[in-house]
């Protein structure tokens, strides 16, 4: 097979300099999660975490790019995470995602996705809802390189 | 070079004029400058320069002022991520910015056929005075005084700038309304001619310099509070605003048109 095909699943390693297991005794980097669920399906917009919150909407596989993903992006925000590639019954997550807008009238949200062409319908849905909703909100669109750096920072128009 | 850094920008200036040129050739234009107060390491820093070219930079800088002392830049945390354009709010105030611009762009064409005996003419200069203070002022600077300039530290230089930029251009608008009153064209002119040059300066500052280094250091949360606080101001005055765009556009028509004629 030639090399061209679906670039959110092609095989790749990444050369780095050789760590030595902990053992996970140790919690050196306290987690930085303030509720429970985080799934997009099992999280409810009027749940408290939710209202008047900085909100996370994070694709799964940015917690693994991201070295700082805690400390840097979860900190004093409310999570939501979705995989807009492999998740089913996805025409739920545009709904959800106006009625944190409008119901739970978050303070913004930041949507954090890998630069991997099938991300981009996470980013796209939340633009979508904020299109649909009928109160604005400053969302944050932030793109993850394969190796945890960010490949574009930016602000949608309300 | 230490001391330096904490040097008001227009004493570096004039001992050592090289400096302002150095400054110039990488974008940092404090060389005119009305005030001058800002410390050389402020105005380096919210530049944000690359690590790289701010390095380059103080070391020629330091060569000019310190010839033979070591310059060590202080760490700063570095950019968490690349970011691109403006937050929703700082765009909000930048577009208003255009409008301000547009206005101010009338201001000679206005002024150059001034008869201040004419009726018509003075309610002209009337309406522009209540654009000027309405708009600009109560409704534009309120939002950047009260809710944006709020979340710094209002005694730093950079800011005592911009406060010293709006207290000069009301005063030159409270002037020209005097010399209007006294029916005096050259008092009316020369004021509003010199409120529109400190707003032009004072905007390019602000879009060019201040707002960006404030974008980067405004949190999430910060960027989402100002937002909800600015559209709330926007919905109380949207009607007023609609009112002086369309006055803007009617101005333009008009003047745009008086050009026509005369070209």
């Given at each position: 097979?030639?090399?061209?095909?679906?670039?959110?699943?092609?095989?790749?390693?990444?050369?780095?300099?050789?760590?030595?297991?902990?053992?996970?005794?140790?919690?050196?980097?306290?987690?930085?999660?303030?509720?429970?669920?985080?799934?997009?399906?099992?999280?409810?917009?009027?749940?408290?975490?939710?209202?008047?919150?900085?909100?996370?909407?994070?694709?799964?596989?940015?917690?693994?790019?991201?070295?700082?993903?805690?400390?840097?992006?979860?900190?004093?925000?409310?999570?939501?995470?979705?995989?807009?590639?492999?998740?089913?019954?996805?025409?739920?997550?545009?709904?959800?995602?106006?009625?944190?807008?409008?119901?739970?009238?978050?303070?913004?949200?930041?949507?954090?996705?890998?630069?991997?062409?099938?991300?981009?319908?996470?980013?796209?849905?939340?633009?979508?809802?904020?299109?649909?909703?009928?109160?604005?909100?400053?969302?944050?669109?932030?793109?993850?390189g394969l190796q945890g750096d960010i490949i574009q920072d930016e602000w949608l128009e309300g | 070079m230490n001391e330096?850094?904490?040097?008001?920008?227009?004493?570096?200036?004039?001992?050592?004029?090289?400096?302002?040129?150095?400054?110039?050739?990488?974008?940092?234009?404090?060389?005119?400058?009305?005030?001058?107060?800002?410390?050389?390491?402020?105005?380096?820093?919210?530049?944000?320069?690359?690590?790289?070219?701010?390095?380059?930079?103080?070391?020629?800088?330091?060569?000019?002022?310190?010839?033979?002392?070591?310059?060590?830049?202080?760490?700063?945390?570095?950019?968490?991520?690349?970011?691109?354009?403006?937050?929703?709010?700082?765009?909000?105030?930048?577009?208003?910015?255009?409008?301000?611009?547009?206005?101010?762009?009338?201001?000679?064409?206005?002024?150059?056929?001034?008869?201040?005996?004419?009726?018509?003419?003075?309610?002209?200069?009337?309406?522009?005075?209540?654009?000027?203070?309405?708009?600009?002022?109560?409704?534009?600077?309120?939002?950047?005084?009260?809710?944006?300039?709020?979340?710094?530290?209002?005694?730093?230089?950079?800011?005592?700038?911009?406060?010293?930029?709006?207290?000069?251009?009301?005063?030159?608008?409270?002037?020209?309304?005097?010399?209007?009153?006294?029916?005096?064209?050259?008092?009316?002119?020369?004021?509003?001619?010199?409120?529109?040059?400190?707003?032009?300066?004072?905007?390019?500052?602000?879009?060019?310099?201040?707002?960006?280094?404030?974008?980067?250091?405004?949190?999430?949360?910060?960027?989402?509070?100002?937002?909800?606080?600015?559209?709330?101001?926007?919905?109380?005055?949207?009607?007023?605003?609609?009112?002086?765009?369309?006055?803007?556009?009617?101005?333009?028509?008009?003047?745009?048109?008086?050009?026509?004629?005369?070209?």
């Amino acid at each position: 097979m030639s090399g061209c095909g679906c670039p959110g699943s092609k095989t790749m390693t990444f050369e780095k300099a050789e760590q030595t297991e902990t053992g996970g005794a140790k919690t050196s980097s306290p987690s930085q999660l303030r509720q429970w669920p985080v799934q997009l399906h099992l999280v409810s917009p009027v749940a408290p975490y939710f209202q008047g919150a900085d909100v996370l909407l994070a694709a799964d596989c940015t917690a693994f790019a991201l070295g700082d993903f805690h400390s840097e992006w979860l900190a004093g925000k409310s999570l939501a995470i979705a995989c807009p590639k492999l998740d089913a019954n996805q025409d739920v997550y545009e709904g959800k995602l106006k009625s944190l807008f409008e119901d739970a009238r978050i303070n913004t949200l930041t949507v954090l996705i890998m630069q991997v062409p099938c991300c981009r319908g996470l980013l796209g849905m939340a633009a979508r809802a904020l299109k649909e909703s009928g109160r604005k909100v400053p969302v944050r669109a932030v793109v993850v390189g394969l190796q945890g750096d960010i490949i574009q920072d930016e602000w949608l128009e309300g | 070079m230490n001391e330096y850094l904490r040097t008001p920008i227009r004493e570096i200036i004039s001992r050592f004029p090289q400096v302002g040129s150095l400054l110039e050739a990488h974008g940092i234009g404090c060389v005119p400058c009305s005030l001058g107060t800002c410390p050389l390491g402020d105005i380096v820093d919210i530049h944000g320069l690359a690590p790289e070219v701010e390095l380059a930079l103080m070391t020629a800088i330091g060569a000019i002022v310190a010839p033979g002392e070591a310059v060590v830049l202080s760490a700063r945390p570095a950019a968490s991520s690349p970011k691109k354009g403006f937050s929703p709010p700082m765009k909000t105030l930048v577009d208003e910015h255009r409008l301000i611009l547009r206005l101010i762009a009338l201001v000679p064409a206005v002024t150059a056929s001034l008869d201040v005996h004419a009726e018509d003419d003075r309610q002209l200069v009337v309406a522009i005075v209540a654009f000027i203070r309405n708009y600009a002022d109560r409704f534009h600077h309120a939002k950047e005084e009260d809710l944006l300039f709020a979340r710094f530290d209002r005694e730093s230089d950079i800011l005592q700038v911009m406060y010293e930029d709006h207290a000069n251009g009301r005063a030159c608008v409270k002037a020209a309304v005097d010399a209007l009153e006294r029916r005096d064209p050259a008092g009316v002119t020369d004021n509003l001619i010199a409120y529109t040059e400190i707003l032009k300066q004072h905007i390019r500052k602000e879009d060019e310099i201040l707002y960006p280094w404030m974008d980067r250091k405004l949190s999430t949360r910060q960027v989402g509070e100002l937002f909800s606080a600015f559209r709330k101001i926007d919905s109380a005055f949207s009607e007023e605003a609609g009112r002086y765009e369309a006055f803007v556009r009617s101005l333009e028509d008009k003047f745009a048109s008086n050009d026509a004629e005369v070209a």
